[in-house]
């Protein structure tokens, strides 16, 4: 809206109207044909100096340019009658065709609601108060939140072990831990209740949750991020991780709500399917850990009196498909399950020689396969073994086809 209709109060639409007059005139030329030769067109309703006196039209103004003996301009005339009204005599101007005793053409260029555009003008500097208020007050608000919730989860944060790591209340006394990334993680997790946390605080992982990875059952709960694949991948190759629950993808854990971190932790996978997941690419590709184990760890030497072409045909048949196939002394099937469940296969069931899975064998399940009496163990891949025994034949995929 321009300076010219600030003036007008009460104004609703404001007519804009262009003319071409074939001489030199001047703007009282102009108004006196706008006033004369609309006089009486339209009854004494809409006579234009009828409704000048009682203040429904406002000010003519006239703009004026002169040129090679020609003249041309704008002419605006604010409006407070109704919409149709005005469009009447904003019609009736064009019907003016001299301007003393030059001819002339008068147009309707637009006719603007004033209220439209102060609504525009209402909304534009609404977005500039919001925009300042977000950027001055909201933050300064937040930043008192903030405040009180880092005093509350504070104080619920403890240090564990020689590396100092936070830690929930529980972390001692409770059989199951939660493994996560950093301090922001733990106070999140402690917002909802609970209470057996851990944080590595790095790529590293610390030896106190090495150490307590042997004596608790272990929960990785991770970014749904590169970063949270690599601290995934380096927990596995050096800790006993059991289960893994990931944030969604893109997403921290710090910034989870508590639905979001309960329909995680609900879909928590073992840590041998979570493992295979990530070498199938879903969120990295590690490396082949055979030759990643700790300097000074020998290899046994695997039982020469072992066939690998009897379990050929079962690692074919099951790659890729996340599942394990329980064998008897003469290589013939006994039972075929998901890989999760392949602990409870096998310690539920008799005389297995032989297990083959789509998964990574690991120290636990070698472990368990010894005390079941199994002598050969195949896997997808094999992890982080220090104590293979010297009646078992572990092997992997490659290794048998």
């Known amino acids: ?44 309703e809409l006579d234009l100096r009828e409704l000048q ?9 006239v703009n004026i340019n002169t040129q090679a003996g020609k003249s041309s301009g704008v002419i605006i005339i604010p409006s ?5 009204e005005t469009a009447v005599l904003a019609s009736s101007l064009e019907t003016i065709d001299r301007v003393g005793p030059c001819t002339a053409r008068f147009w309707i260029d637009k006719i603007e609601d004033v209220r439209e555009l102060k609504r525009k003008k209402i909304t534009k500097r ?21 405040l009180v919730m880092d005093t509350v989860k504070g104080g619920e944060i403890s240090k564990f072990g020689l590396e100092e790591l936070p830690a ?12 996560l990334e950093g301090r922001a993680d733990v106070q999140n997790l402690l917002r909802y209740g609970f209470k057996n946390l851990i944080a590595v605080e790095g790529t590293r992982i610390p030896q106190s949750i090495i150490d307590l990875s042997r004596k608790k059952t272990v929960i990785a709960f991770l970014d749904g991020d590169r970063g949270g694949d690599l601290i995934l991948k380096e927990l596995l190759q050096v800790a006993d991780v059991d289960f893994v629950a990931r944030a969604p993808v893109g997403k921290d854990v710090e910034e989870l709500t508590r639905k979001e971190i309960i329909k995680a932790l609900r879909n928590k996978v073992p840590a041998e399917q979570a493992t295979i997941a990530t070498d199938k690419g ?44 329980v064998l008897n002394d003469k290589f013939e099937l006994v039972k075929e399950t998901p890989v999760g469940e392949i602990t409870d296969a096998i310690s539920s069931l008799e005389g297995v020689h032989a297990i083959v899975f789509d998964g990574v064998i690991t120290q636990r399940l070698v472990d368990l396969a010894s005390e079941k009496g199994i002598g050969v163990v195949v896997g997808a891949r094999r992890g982080n073994i220090t104590k293979q025994p010297v009646n078992m034949v572990v092997k992997t995929f490659k290794e048998v086809q």
């Open 1 to 44: 809206m321009t300076e010219d209709h600030e003036e007008y109060t009460t104004t609703k639409y404001v007519v804009k109207a262009k003319f071409e007059v074939d001489g030199v005139v001047e703007k009282p030329d102009v108004v006196g044909a706008i006033f004369g030769q609309t006089e009486g067109l339209l009854g004494d």
């Open 53 to 61: 006196k009682t203040g429904r039209i406002g000010r003519i103004i």
């Open 80 to 84: 407070s009658i109704d919409k149709v």
């Open 126 to 146: 609404a977005s500039e108060i919001l925009r300042e208020w977000e950027e001055k007050i909201a933050p300064e608000s937040k930043e008192i939140t903030e």
């Open 168 to 179: 929930g209340p529980g972390i001692e006394e409770s059989d199951t831990i939660i493994v």
């Open 282 to 325: 879903q969120h990295v590709t590690p490396e082949k850990t055979k030759d990643s184990r700790p300097t000074g760890v020998k290899e046994r030497k695997e039982k020469s009196s072992a066939r690998s072409e009897p379990f050929a045909k079962y690692v074919s048949s099951i790659d890729g498909t996340l599942k394990a196939v």
